[in-house]
């Protein structure tokens, strides 16, 4: 009897991986040889500011060895991913390759120099809180498999709403304005989609350039003549006693307007809702397998008409945050793009309020990272510094391809027998 031997078969080229590390090692080599700072010179990160009840040391790190073991630890795990592949490693690798990638940057431009550690993460959160509340409207949608392109047309809606109702009757007015002109488009998109079944994406698109074409035309025609339209008053930050106080956390987290607790707190309910209640599990239900959940019971229509008004009123608030959480008017195209980002963030943290709400963070670093680099003078030319936010969303969305999974039903119009 002849013996048969079986040769193993070839493992399957992980062409995304592979492209992915090899992304990382040329940023590794980037940092090696062109984040180039004496040996001897030293980055300062001032913890405490004059007004602190508790004072605490500056943080000091060498800057030439911190940007040289950066170097290594980027091309150690673009490496990996170069000759192993991602697997569920992915996610925790772009995110970590990311924060080192943005924490070399600064430690380099800081070199000899001195920067506020708290302002910049104070920063960080205030300016990832329309990027969450973006990502949560897009679970919210996806959840139930509708795809909603058009948050980036909710956040400027709720922007021009918040300014101009803020103006005539006041911030919280001007808040509940905001959610409730997020909800009317929310409605408009799921009359479309689910209603008349138009395809998810063109009515997205077709809301967002509706929304933009309009507040341009009022922003230009209107408020440049009746400027008082366009003058509300922003919501300060106030600080929450004793919590307030503590060292870098308190600053951060504790010290901040009404959007980044609101933000917090729709994220911390959302996430209870929908993994902790029948009520999201039926939600998530009809995002994976409508025609089962019909069966079992559970409106399909009405289940996704409620989340896809929900995510609109969110995304309503997350464009207030624009106008009354920041400048207290509004501007032509203010969002700069915020909702894709938001989707974007959706994606990293597969459609997890706490996972988007990671990501949000990190874009959120990114941004706040260009503002101050442009602060310090850097030679890196201020139009490439404007462009941090938006490489970060295509290298994360270009390491993900393949690896997060949506929900099973998502875009897929649902007609009940």
């Known amino acids: 009897m002849n013996s048969q031997t079986t040769a193993a078969a070839p493992r399957a080229i992980d062409w995304r991986a592979s492209i992915t590390g090899g992304a990382l090692i040329l940023l590794a080599l980037v940092i090696a040889f062109l984040l180039d700072s004496p ?15 508790w004072v605490v040391g500056h943080l000091t790190l060498p800057s030439q060895w911190f940007t040289t073991i950066a170097a290594v630890v ?19 690798s772009l995110a970590v390759a990311l924060v080192i990638l943005a924490m070399a940057f600064l430690v380099w431009a800081t070199a000899g120099k001195s920067i506020s550690l708290t302002g910049m993460l104070q ?27 058009a948050i980036e047309g909710m956040l400027l809606a709720g922007a021009f709403a918040g300014a101009l109702f803020g103006s005539l009757m006041g911030g919280w007015a ?14 408009l998109l799921a009359v479309l989609v689910i209603t008349y079944r138009v395809d998810q994406i063109i009515a997205g698109v077709v809301i967002n350039l509706f929304v933009l074409g309009l507040t341009s035309y009022v922003s230009s025609q209107v408020f440049a ?47 209870y809702y929908l993994f902790h209640t029948r009520f999201g599990l ?3 239900a009809v995002g994976e397998h409508p025609r089962a959940a019909d069966t079992l019971g559970i409106d399909v229509i009405k289940t996704r008409y409620a989340h896809v008004i929900a995510a609109g009123m969110v995304a309503g608030f997350g ?36 996972g988007a709400l990671a990501a949000a963070l990190i874009f959120g670093f990114a941004d706040s990272l260009q503002q101050k680099l442009s602060i310090l003078n850097t030679p890196i030319p201020s139009e490439f510094l404007s462009m941090a936010p938006y490489i970060a969303t295509i290298v994360v969305v270009a390491g993900l391809v393949g690896q997060a999974r949506p929900p099973a039903a998502i875009g897929k119009p649902y007609v009940k027998d």
């Open 39 to 53: 040996w001897d010179s030293v980055s300062t990160f001032k913890i405490s500011r004059p007004r602190d009840v």
């Open 74 to 92: 980027l091309a150690f795990l673009g490496t990996r991913l170069f000759l192993k592949g991602g697997g569920r490693w992915t996610t925790l």
């Open 123 to 149: 920063a960080t959160v205030v300016r990832a809180v329309p990027i969450a509340l973006a990502a949560l409207g897009g679970i919210l949608c996806e959840r139930v498999g509708v795809i909603n392109i």
């Open 174 to 187: 001007g808040i509940i304005c905001a959610m409730l002109i997020g909800g009317v488009f929310g409605l």
């Open 225 to 271: 003549e009746f400027r008082w339209l366009n003058k509300a008053t922003p919501f300060r930050a106030f600080k929450i006693p004793v919590l307030g106080d503590i060292p870098l956390v308190g600053p951060v987290l504790f010290n901040q307007n009404l959007f980044v607790y609101g933000a917090l707190i729709l994220v911390t309910l959302s996430t």
């Open 282 to 284: 039926r939600a998530r």
């Open 319 to 354: 464009g207030a945050w624009f106008t009354l959480g920041s400048v207290g008017r509004f501007d032509e195209n203010m969002t700069f793009g915020r909702g894709f980002i938001g989707l974007a963030a959706m994606i990293f943290g597969r459609w997890h309020p706490l």
